[in-house]
């Protein structure tokens, strides 16, 4: 029985976009890691500290002899891992592990270039011996200019978005609508004129705060008392989708594509690189904060949910799991 290390991003998270991008990733993944043994280990916690690494205790080498390592998606990559609180909590004394990860729908965060101890340091950690699996074609270059091997494969997230069953997503205004803000990103203005365009063209509206601070933020806009606010967890969000006849229409990414999970009409507004980014490789439907005043020409229209997904990609990437003769190191 195959060992499978999987490092889960939803763990100790502050946004429950990362329990989408896991729940993802274990679905997507189901086939290899039914076959195996699966540990979990965190990446916004350190998974090993030094002294344990030090120690090399058995314990410590199973993971460490793990035959795959899966790392889940999410805005992991940055440009400087030498920070208090990285997104992948590695550094030079606690990744050994982790060595020979495999990234899974994985992005990258702003800037272009990485400091030489952060590119040596996923040199170290990251699999010289498998196809990496990233969500744009900026993330895929980050790698290659690392010397490792990637492959465009959208976001985790979205391949269950075929042709097929993006056709059966409606096209025109539901009766309903689900919005997410970004505390992060907040635009008292910017985001006062969303709500107010969501209250007037949808008989009732609900808030899911995907993130830590998002319920906080909303109280501090107007007119919110008709709002009818959703708990923080994915289950809550899960049942509005399954039994709702709404859009989605909001500044979180994943929040929105869950929504197109669930045969939702979504409109994201891009306030980052990551929606739009995700949006220039695939043609996922976004509305930039800057053209606000089109979003509600756009709700009452009728639009294709048509995306463009690298699903060779995707099938070369799984078969590399199944193939027994792999690349080598």
Request: one cysteine or more; glycine letters at 6%.
């Amino acid at each position: 029985m195959r060992r499978i290390l999987l490092l889960d991003t939803a763990v100790a998270s502050l946004n429950k976009g990362d329990d989408i991008i896991m729940a993802c990733v274990r679905e997507e993944l189901a086939d290899i890691l039914q076959s195996g043994f699966v540990l979990n280990v965190p990446t916004h916690l350190t998974a090993f500290t030094a002294l344990q690494q030090l120690v090399n205790s058995p314990r410590l080498r199973i993971y460490e002899q793990c035959d795959l390592k899966f790392v889940g998606g999410t805005n992991l990559l940055v440009n400087n891992l030498r920070v208090h609180f990285p997104q992948w909590n590695i550094n030079s004394f606690n990744y050994r592990a982790l060595a020979g990860s495999i990234l899974v729908g994985v992005g990258k965060g702003s800037g272009e270039t990485s400091n030489k101890y952060t590119s040596s340091l996923y040199r170290k950690v990251l699999s010289h011996r498998h196809i990496h699996s990233v969500r744009d074609e900026r993330t895929a270059s980050f790698l290659h200019d690392m010397g490792l091997q990637a492959l465009n494969t959208a976001c985790v997230t979205m391949w269950k978005l075929t042709p097929a069953f993006c056709a059966s997503i409606p096209r025109r205004k539901a009766v309903d609508a689900v919005f997410t803000l970004n505390e992060h990103a907040g635009d008292i203005k910017a985001d006062q004129y969303l709500i107010d365009i969501l209250l007037k063209s949808y008989q009732d509206v609900y808030f899911w705060p995907q993130a830590i601070y998002d319920l906080d933020y909303l109280k501090q806009l107007q007119n919110i008392s008709g709002i009818q606010v959703l708990q923080a967890n994915l289950a809550s969000y899960d049942a509005l989708l399954s039994s709702k006849d709404l859009d989605y229409i909001g500044l979180r990414l994943h929040g929105g594509i869950y929504a197109m999970r669930h045969r939702k009409r979504a409109l994201i507004i891009s306030v980052d690189e990551r929606a739009a980014e995700i949006s220039r490789d695939t043609g996922l439907r976004c509305v930039g904060r800057e053209e606000l005043d089109t979003l509600e020409p756009l709700i009452f229209s009728a639009f294709e949910t048509r995306l463009v997904l690298p699903f060779e990609h995707i099938a070369a990437w799984k078969a590399q799991f199944t193939q027994e003769v792999r690349p080598h190191e």
